[in-house]
Each structure stands twice: as structure tokens, then as C-alpha cells.
């Protein structure tokens, strides 16, 4: 089964930019479409991104409209998250996740949609 590593979380400060990196290790990769979520501590995990298999649709959610940037290659099994104008609000753990279907995509999902998470990469604030 296909495992997707999600990287790039770090320190930031408030204004600041980062970007997180996911990559896959399965060679159908191209055929799905691919999503960020995001979860901080009593709070559930929301939908952050989505983008398709070839990357020709990208959906966002309204906090982060504007800000963030999902772009991915296929040739490299990756998909990225640049995160622009960083508000505290955005600190959390950062995790990726495939769409269960291929050549399929949502214009947002639901965390039930998906059976399995990896670790997720931290996204926190420096005063």
C-alpha cells in the first residue's frame, strides 16, 4: 500500500513562510488526487488543500484562500504545501493524505474519508 511521508514542518514566526513537502513511495502516485489537512491539539482535523492527479484543480479552505499554494510533481511523487503570510492560527500538525478513488477529487474532504494517517509534520510559532 502506498505511505506518504509528510516533511518541511519547522519554527516560524508570524508573516513568515513555509513549505511542507509530501511524498509518496507508490508508482500510481499520478493517479490520485492528494490533500493537506491540519490538526492542533482538542480540535479535529480540518481540510486545508486538495489538489488533482495532474494538478490541474486545487481547492483550498476560506483561512487559508490566498496564503497557501498546493502544487505537485509526478515525476518526483510529490506534493507541496507552500504556506505564505503565517498566522498563529495556522500552527498544527500538517498532514497528507490520497484520495481512496483515482481520477477522482473533492472540492473539500472530510477526515472520515480516509482510513489511515501518517505522522504529519509540526508547523510552530517563535515570538
Known amino acids: 500500500q502506498e505511505q506518504l511521508v509528510e516533511s518541511g514542518g519547522g519554527l516560524v514566526q508570524p508573516g513568515g513562510s513555509l513549505t511542507l513537502s509530501c511524498a509518496a513511495s507508490?508508482?500510481?502516485?499520478?493517479?490520485?488526487?492528494v490533500a493537506w489537512f491540519r490538526q492542533t491539539s482538542g480540535k479535529d482535523r480540518e481540510f486545508v488543500a486538495a489538489?488533482?492527479?495532474?494538478?490541474?484543480?486545487?481547492f483550498y479552505a476560506d483561512s487559508v484562500k490566498g496564503r497557501f499554494t498546493i502544487s505537485r510533481d509526478n515525476t518526483r511523487n510529490t506534493v507541496w504545501l507552500q504556506m505564505n503570510s503565517l498566522k498563529l492560527e495556522d500552527a498544527a500538525v500538517y498532514y497528507c493524505?490520497?484520495?481512496?478513488?483515482?481520477?477522482?477529487?473533492?472540492?473539500?474532504?472530510?477526515?472520515?474519508?480516509?482510513?489511515?494517517w501518517g505522522q504529519g509534520t509540526e508547523v510552530t510559532f517563535s515570538s
Open positions: 489538489i488533482s492527479w495532474a494538478g490541474g484543480s486545487t
Open positions: 507508490g508508482r500510481a502516485f499520478g493517479n490520485y488526487s
Open positions: 493524505n490520497r484520495d481512496p478513488d483515482p481520477h477522482h477529487i473533492y472540492s473539500s474532504y472530510l477526515p472520515t474519508d480516509f482510513h489511515s
